[in-house]
């Protein structure tokens, strides 16, 4: 295992991680971070179940082994969905993996019927149908696919009429059902999520599992006693798959900030 001033690993199929990143830059500040964002292949959420797990496993492999990362962050749902026990199995670095907020929307519901916005393989999934049968059964569960929203928001385009224009489209059916909770399912979600909010009203509460995927981080590395011993500001550095000039113009866009962006080949 790697030790206490080791970089945490993070890994997406692209930039919509960024939103649980910057939870845990700000919950942990003297952590450095290694952000793998696999932006060739963005979206993950069209690509068969077996390439997903294939890719995810050798990523992540990697980043422990030519990162050194001494804990991995997997900051995509349909990651989760589909490969996270495969991962899990191989790996010896604790591993921490983002998954819809079902359990804590049951309990902020009021009117019995939430939503989940994802990509289509999260919500054709495994783990989604088991949260829900563990912790909704009481529950209206609408699954909403939304089709091609990562890759805009992928591609800067999270505030323009055209991102908005869609999200009305696949909104207005919740709210004529009387959704009361909507869950983004999605780490590329969280930066349109002002954007759903004021489509939807006020009494549509929207929740997304940054804060405790974090919380869980922290725990983690107390568990093992990883976290880092450094006085200084942690370094952050995005490893892409893609162009890295691309990559910084994105993430400028989502973040209003400059990071670090460097092409690797894994």
């Keep these: 295992m790697n030790n206490n001033n080791s970089p945490i690993g993070m890994i997406d199929s692209g930039l919509g991680g960024l939103s649980l990143f910057k939870h845990i830059r700000e919950a942990l500040p003297n952590e450095d971070i290694i952000y793998f964002a696999d932006s060739k292949y ?13 890719r ?27 490969a996270v026990e495969t991962i899990r199995a191989q790996i010896n670095v604790p591993l921490i993996a983002i998954e819809p907020a079902v359990k804590p929307a049951v309990a902020m519901t009021v009117s019995k019927h ?18 829900i049968e563990t912790y909704a059964q009481d529950i209206k ?21 055209e991102v908005k224009d869609y999200l009305k489209n696949i909104l207005a059916p919740l709210v004529e059902q ?12 969280p930066f349109v999520s002002d954007t759903i909010q004021e489509i939807v009203g006020r009494d549509i509460q929207i929740i997304e599992p940054s804060e405790a995927v974090t919380a869980q981080l922290i ?7 990883l976290s880092s011993e450094s006085p200084n500001e942690g370094n952050h550095i995005i490893w892409t ?13 989502l973040l209003s900030e400059k990071l670090s962006v460097k092409a690797v080949e894994l």
């Design 42 to 54: 963005v979206p993950y959420g069209d690509r068969e179940s077996d390439w997903i797990v294939s």
């Design 56 to 82: 995810t496993t050798h990523l992540i492999s990697n980043l422990v082994a030519q990162g050194k990362c001494k804990a991995i962050v997997i900051a995509c749902n349909t990651m989760t969905a589909v």
């Design 114 to 131: 939430i939503a989940v916005l994802a990509t289509a393989t999260t919500v054709k999934g495994k783990n989604l149908k088991s949260l």
């Design 141 to 161: 569960v609408s699954l909403v696919p939304c089709i091609g929203l990562a890759e805009k928001i992928e591609t800067g385009k999270a505030h323009t009429a």
């Design 178 to 189: 009387k959704v009361d909770t909507i869950i983004l399912g999605c780490t590329h979600y």
């Design 219 to 225: 725990r983690q590395l107390n568990q093992y006693h």
């Design 241 to 253: 798959s893609s162009d890295p000039l691309e990559v910084a113009d994105v993430t400028f866009s």
